[in-house]
């Protein structure tokens, strides 16, 4: 079946660095991918919408320029979390569309930790 | 965004017994899907709802779009230890975009 991979799984960081966290398709081709934010015992967030060749299209209150998508090939998109802070600690998860009706697979998640 | 009202929270239930929660909506959406979460995991999809008033089986699995496509329901019969997890509903909108509820935490004792 189709497989999303996601690296890394957990990170920690030093407030005031960037982290970039990689989404793969890894048997399959996926034009748009999505990022989400989950906070400990809450929803999954939509983030954004990442788009292949252009530029992601991001939700209400997320900041363009804190969390910088680049979605530079059919098979891979990336999130840099830019000048982290401890608020921006999380559990990032990425999806693709796997191109069949509804057929959406998730990452399996990166736990970023910021201190 | 869209928000989703899932009930219950979270529940304590016997292995064996039956299980419901649901997802209620202010939107209308075009696609209602339940997934399931493990710990330090992305979602597993479950059940994927197409049309309103749609019921649809995935083994002891079984959920229904609501016809007002502002609702949908999953029950798990015959509950495992297995089933232990956090089951989410999400609402499709603009066939692209998620919105995923709160979350109903299940636990069962064996």
């Known amino acids: 079946g189709a497989v999303v991979s996601q690296h890394p799984s957990r990170v920690i960081c030093k407030s005031g660095t960037s982290v970039k966290i990689e989404c793969r398709s890894l048997?399959?081709?996926?034009?748009?991918m999505f990022w989400y934010r989950q906070f400990p015992k809450k929803s999954l967030m939509l983030m954004a919408t990442?788009?292949?060749?252009?530029?992601?299209?991001?939700e209400q209150g997320v900041e363009k320029d804190k969390f910088l998508i680049n979605h530079a090939s059919l098979t891979l998109s990336t999130l840099t979390v830019t000048s982290a802070h401890p608020e921006d600690s999380s559990f990032y998860i990425c999806?693709?569309?796997?191109?069949?009706?509804?057929?959406?697979?998730f990452g399996s998640g990166t736990r970023l930790t910021v201190v | 965004g869209q928000q989703l009202n899932q009930s219950p929270q979270s529940m304590f239930i016997q292995e064996g017994e039956d299980v419901s929660m649901n997802c209620t909506s202010s939107?209308?959406?075009?696609?209602w899907l339940w997934y399931k979460q493990e710990p330090g995991e992305g979602p597993v999809l479950l059940i994927a709802?197409?049309?309103?008033?749609e019921l649809t089986s995935n083994g002891r699995l079984t959920a229904q779009f609501g016809i007002t496509r502002k609702d949908s329901f999953l029950n798990i019969s015959a509950s495992i230890p297995s089933d232990v997890g956090i089951y989410f509903c999400?609402?499709?909108?603009?066939?692209?975009?998620?919105?995923f509820g709160s979350g109903t935490k299940l636990n069962v004792k064996p």
């Open positions: 709802l197409y049309k309103a008033g």
């Open positions: 939107s209308i959406f075009n696609t």
């Open positions: 999400a609402g499709v909108y603009n066939f692209n975009k998620f919105y």
């Open positions: 990442s788009n292949e060749g252009s530029k992601a299209t991001y």
């Open positions: 048997d399959f081709q996926a034009t748009t």
């Open positions: 999806s693709a569309n796997t191109g069949t009706n509804y057929g959406y697979t």
